[in-house]
């Protein structure tokens, strides 16, 4: 079994983004800059944000926090979003989800300019995935493609079988590895929570992607021998022996799964760390755009 390291191939990824940061900054050119809108002071929210901006620290970019209270209303929220898009010196941006209730997350996704969603997360950028048009990829898809590629685990002709259809990893997930791409050509079954007897499915799969946010929900005995397991869950579970009161999980029961796996991702220091160092790859991206 090999363990995919997320954390030291996320490593590599800003150890190559920051060298062309150094190269932009030899040659004069514009230093990439994220800005992230955070609302309300969620624990896990903030943590991921946190992260976020040291990591553009890391990599030399420019970086900007927002900070807004749990009670801003839709139209402040499209306010701050209004400004960011007319900021010239502000290269992409992001907005942490979930939003409370009480803001339409569709219509701010909508209301942030295609080129400066470095999540990937706007229709336009959608569209242009679907159709393999140049753009903005969602960053956790693209840090698992990264993964599968650097790792070199081929995907042509696999039967890959996604747990969960979220907007930001499931569905995309399937469309991007159903693709004529290096990473693609897969025969890709996306399924969810009304999938019918799904053990069926993933007894079958090569390759698992487990993204429904369930934790320890994948086990042993419903996967092959020799199966690649990518966990995308991360939840956090009451644990009174940690300092902190709690321990992260992902989907996918390591213990059980691992004994049959051929590549399994761990939780932490697998995908998640990708995410963010595909943000900054993003950003990047946006800048060698103009
Ligand atoms: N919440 C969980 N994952 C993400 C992400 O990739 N981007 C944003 N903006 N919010 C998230």
Do not use: W
């Not at 019918?196 to 419903?222: H, R, S, V, W």
């Not at 799964?257 to 990708?274: E, H």
Request: glycine letters at 8%; one cysteine or more.
């Amino acid at each position: 079994m090999i363990l995919i390291d997320g954390k030291a191939t996320s490593e590599q990824i800003k150890k190559e983004i920051a060298q062309e940061v150094l190269l932009r900054k030899e040659k004069g050119l514009k230093i990439p800059h994220l800005a992230a809108i955070i609302i309300g002071n969620d624990g896990a929210s903030m943590t991921y944000v946190n992260s976020k901006v040291k990591s553009c620290m890391q990599v030399g970019f420019n970086s900007t926090l927002i900070e807004l209270p749990e009670n801003t209303t839709e139209e402040q929220l499209l306010h701050e979003i209004n400004i960011l898009n007319l900021d010239k010196d502000i290269d992409g941006f992001i907005v942490q989800l979930p939003l409370p209730h009480h803001i339409d997350e569709q219509k701010i996704i909508m209301a942030i300019d295609p080129l400066k969603d470095v999540d990937g997360f706007h229709p336009v950028n959608v569209g242009k995935m679907t159709l393999e048009l140049p753009t903005l990829l969602p960053a956790t898809p693209y840090g698992i493609m990264e993964l599968l590629e650097r790792y070199q685990i081929s995907t042509s002709g696999k039967n890959i079988v996604v747990i969960g259809r979220s907007h930001i990893v499931g569905r995309p997930m399937s469309i991007l590895l159903s693709q004529k791409r290096k990473t693609g050509d897969a025969t890709v079954i996306l399924t969810h929570s009304r999938t019918q007897n799904l053990i069926d499915y993933t007894q079958k799969a090569d390759i698992i992607i487990a993204a429904l946010g369930k934790a320890e929900f994948l086990t042993g005995e419903m996967v092959k021998q020799g199966v690649v397991i990518i966990d995308v869950g991360i939840t956090r579970i009451e644990d009174n022996s940690k300092k902190q009161g709690y321990r992260l999980a992902g989907d996918v029961h390591f213990e059980s799964v691992s004994k049959k796996a051929s590549y399994i991702t761990p939780v932490p220091g697998g995908v998640g760390p990708m995410t963010i160092a595909m943000l900054l790859k993003n950003t990047l991206n946006t800048c060698l755009m103009k």
